[in-house]
């Protein structure tokens, strides 16, 4: 419960951290979005991340997100992963990258089980081993431990506690490919900041691989440069596989507020990966996902994100997620499925075929 310093409205979906309502959020001009800037640095100050992006003409440039850091020698980009050693830029690349992963028996908990290979049998028998749930096969989840954004809701906040502590090469990685795994799943965090290790893992597990189906698949914000997007959306393409983006908010200040960053290269990655979707449309290479972070992302939110998603093209599956509190909104009650159903209501009436929501056993 918390009052927002603007209009004075008092909600227990008012989180405290941000002290503002949506709507004051969303009306916001550039005065009041600088203190939302601050807020976030003082929620990076405790991991030891860079408050925001660095910049300073002296730096060398990273380009493989949004945040296009220029880091100076000795510092890290805004991820904490990538970093200037005498002039090179270290992390996240195949022979080093802060990553864990485990073996996820299929079917498994994944935000795209109800359309994609592993879980549901699409594209059989070419891109899945059986016609419905791959039972006796796994996942190879693999969890990349930073992340380009800075959300303050996040649900895997402990990775900021573990970058770096300890890395793995791309081959290591490879190697944990077993005859059971028919995916591999790369997220975190976000694999964004450590693509090369990533990419070059899938291509050394697909080499090793090469008779049989092993599909690449992605969950991501979305904020990388529109040129790794494209060698993401190669792998999955051609190995069965799919991206999934998390589509956070649609509105540019809502999405600032929750996450530090902005959503415009998302958006532009977003709709450059739905015009690929001809190339393989089964089992759908491309899935969306929107948290539904009560008080901030409401049906008119969800309305707006599938409304972009719809006018790109109406099929692309839709899943819908409950929150609960983690990280810096511990404070706010977890979705309701008034909530969840009205979102759900929104995106259909946006024009989407595909709609669900996902873990309806965090609804309240
Ligand atoms: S990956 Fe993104 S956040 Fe990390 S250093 Fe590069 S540009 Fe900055
Ligand atoms: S990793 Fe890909 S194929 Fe496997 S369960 Fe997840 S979305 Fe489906
Ligand atoms: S994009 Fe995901 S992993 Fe990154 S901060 Fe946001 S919720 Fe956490
Ligand atoms: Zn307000």
Known sequence: MAACKKCGRVSKEI????????????????????GLEAIHARSR???????SPPSGPAGVQCRL???????????????????????????????EAAVSWYS???????????????????????????????????????????????????????YREHSMKKTHTAAELAEAVTAQTSCICFFGGDPTCQLPHALAASRLARK???RRILRICWETNGSMSP????????????SGGCIKFDLKAMDANIHYALCGVDNRRTLENFAAAAGRIPERPQPPPLVASTLLVPGYIDAREV????????????????????FHGDF?????????????????????????????????????
């Not at 100050?45 to 408050?51: I, K, R, T």
């Open 15 to 34: 989180a405290t951290v941000l002290s503002f309502c949506a709507e004051c959020i969303r009306g916001a001009d550039g005065k009041f979005l600088a």
């Open 303 to 322: 309305e707006a994100i599938a409304s972009f998603i719809a006018k790109l093209n109406p099929d692309i599956p839709y899943a819908l997620l409950g």
């Open 328 to 364: 810096l909104m511990t404070d706010l009650p977890p979705t309701s499925w008034k909530q969840a159903e009205s979102c759900l209501e929104a995106a259909k009436s946006a024009g989407l075929k595909r709609v669900r929501i996902g873990n309806i056993n965090i609804l309240r």
């Open 208 to 210: 090793q691989n090469a």
């Open 45 to 51: 100050q405790e991991f030891n991340l860079p408050a």
């Open 65 to 95: 997100c949004r945040n296009e850091c220029r880091i100076p020698v000795g510092g890290r980009g805004y991820c904490g992963v990538r970093r200037n050693e005498n002039g090179h830029l270290k992390g996240g690349t195949a022979g």
């Open 227 to 238: 040129e790794l997007l494209d060698e993401m959306m190669d792998l999955s393409i051609e």
């Open 104 to 158: 996820d028996p299929l079917p498994t908990n994944c935000v795209a089980d109800w359309v994609c290979a592993g879980g549901s049998g699409a594209g059989y028998p070419k891109w899945a081993y059986r016609p419905g749930p791959e039972q006796g096969y796994a996942n190879l989840a693999v969890f990349y431990q930073a992340c380009t954004f800075n959300c303050l809701f996040c649900q895997n906040w402990h």
